[in-house]
């Protein structure tokens, strides 16, 4: 995901400590939430910063606990995968595991098998290390701060399992794009994107970054998975829809998360 602030301090001190709040958290195929342990011998100060988290703003990460670990099972796997608590791209967002339950689910109709998958904002790495189980040649991409994490959740989990290897890339929206990426020597099979879209000024530079890589003549198929929480996410879904032939494939109400796939207009 792109950056947007880092956690405050009074936060990052809860986050530490040993009360811990897991909300959308997955099981058995839906979101829920969970209340798990909290220290009764908390400071004033951690309590002051629980109620500072519960005032947090829609669009902020959904998922909060202290060891900042998070277990899946996927495509026939078990996944272990480390967050940070440094920054938002770097948690597990709600629309990351519906698309990689689609992904798994819907093996026909997206065969992932020696296909080439770029992710762009891939954060914790969740769906680009589904994406290798399931046979593609992937190339996950992030905000330079991201890659340690990002390329550690990869190897992790895929080292022994996958039938490629996993890549890794620096990749700024909208920035160097035909310098780091030049087309058509940068090609893929399919585009994928979870919850890139939040409250940040980028979203010109997402689209711009989507429009490159989904070219008119490319057969590309993008794939996005998002959790509407601002008008602004209603406003660049409609410049999506502009850009892009869409089709709904997927809408879970009462998790607010949509998955569209797109291909270029000719």
């Known amino acids: ?20 709040e897991v909300v959308d958290k997955k099981q058995d195929g839906k979101l829920q939430v969970e209340q798990l342990t909290t220290d009764d011998e908390l400071t004033d100060q951690t309590v002051m910063a629980g109620e500072a988290l519960d005032r947090r703003n829609i669009w902020e990460p959904s998922v909060y606990y202290a060891l900042g670990k998070e277990s899946f099972h996927f495509a026939g796997h078990d996944i272990s ?10 948690l597990i967002w709600p629309g990351a595991i519906a698309l990689c339950q689609f992904l798994e689910n819907n093996r026909q109709q997206v ?14 790495g969740l769906l680009s290390v589904v994406a290798s189980l399931l046979g593609a040649w992937v190339t996950a991409t992030d905000l330079p701060d991201i890659l340690s994490n990002l390329t550690f959740n990869l190897l992790r ?9 996993p890549q890794v890339a620096a990749l700024t929206w909208g920035q160097d794009l035909e310098r780091d990426f030049p087309y058509p020597s940068y090609r893929y099979d399919y585009v994928m994107a979870a919850d890139v879209v939040y409250h940040h000024d980028c979203l010109e530079e997402l689209l711009k970054t989507m429009r490159h890589f989904c070219r008119p003549g490319s057969r590309t198929t993008l794939l996005w998975a998002n959790k509407i929480r601002f ?20 809408e879970l109400p009462q998790e607010e998360v949509r998955i569209y796939k797109a291909a270029a207009k000719e």
């Not at 995901?1 to 811990?20: A, F, Y």
């Not at 008008?231 to 997927?250: A, C």
């Open 1 to 20: 995901m792109e950056k947007l602030s880092t956690v405050t301090q009074p936060i990052q001190q809860m986050l530490l400590g040993k009360k811990k």
């Open 81 to 90: 995968i480390r967050e940070s608590m440094d920054t938002y791209g770097a």
């Open 111 to 124: 065969n992932l098998m020696d296909k080439a998958v770029l992710e762009i904002g891939a954060g914790t």
């Open 157 to 165: 989990n895929t080292k022994g399992r996958s039938r490629y290897t």
């Open 231 to 250: 008008q602004s996410d209603l406003r660049f879904t409609e410049s999506f829809k502009s850009s892009f032939n869409t089709t709904l494939l997927v």
